[in-house]
T-cell receptor, first 112, second 114 residues
């Protein structure tokens, strides 16, 4: 059974620092992996999607990497800002017609 | 603007009542999903639908029911059989089944049982 784990559950860093959020999954046979952002009481917003054949994707200050063989993905945030404070979730899709499994998220707090 | 709408934003239910949560999308997406989010639990899949008039149970379907009579609509009914329905409910959709298809989410409905 596919399990998705995100450690740590919470993280506080000073503004301006670069940081890395981690996501691990137990079964390397994934279709794709997505990183989402969730603000309190809101829905999820997709940040980056990495196909199983890709190694990384970039959008602005965000870079997501994927290493299927080790079952790991990282989300790198450069030059963090207070507006980056949110919960970040990763999710793996198991197959073309299959469901999506979510991690429990990392709650990020950027200190001004 | 294209997107997913959920209504109501807040919903209160008395024990023993059925309630229906609305989810509508104008993205012309084929697949739609319902998730439940509890504090510290992450998102858990309730039901999903890949096409009109077809849907599959997710991991926690007991006490819930859905319908997919129209492509743009995927309502969720929380029945009295659901023993602990207080949670944040999220509806989502994807265009189809390509590995590049991003999942889009609605703003959520917070259900509270009184």
């Amino acid at each position: 059974k596919q399990e998705v784990t995100q450690i740590p559950a919470a993280l506080s860093v000073p503004e301006g620092e670069n940081l890395v959020l981690n996501c691990s999954f137990t079964d390397s046979a994934i279709y794709n992996l997505q990183w989402f952002r969730q603000d309190p009481g809101k829905g999820l917003t997709s940040l980056l999607l990495i196909q199983s054949s890709q190694r990384e994707q970039t959008s602005g200050r965000l870079n997501a990497s994927l290493d299927k063989s080790s079952g790991r993905s990282t989300l790198y945030i450069a030059a963090s800002q207070p507006g980056d404070s949110a919960t970040y979730l990763c999710a793996v899709r198991l197959g073309r017609d299959d469901k999506i499994i979510f991690g429990k998220g990392t709650r990020l707090h950027i200190l001004p | 603007d294209g997107g997913i709408t959920q209504s109501p934003k807040y919903l209160f239910r008395k024990e023993g009542q059925n309630v229906t949560l609305s989810c509508e999308q104008n993205l012309n997406h084929d697949a739609m999903y319902w998730y439940r989010q509890d504090p510290g639990q992450g998102l858990r899949l309730i039901y999903y639908s890949q096409i009109v008039n077809d849907f599959q149970k997710g991991d926690i379907a007991e006490g819930y029911s859905v319908s997919r009579e129209k492509k743009e609509s995927f309502p969720l009914t929380v029945t009295s059989a659901q023993k602990n329905p207080t949670a944040f409910y999220l509806c989502a959709s994807t265009l189809g089944y390509s590995s590049t298809d991003t999942q889009y989410f609605g703003p959520g409905t917070r259900l509270t049982v009184l």
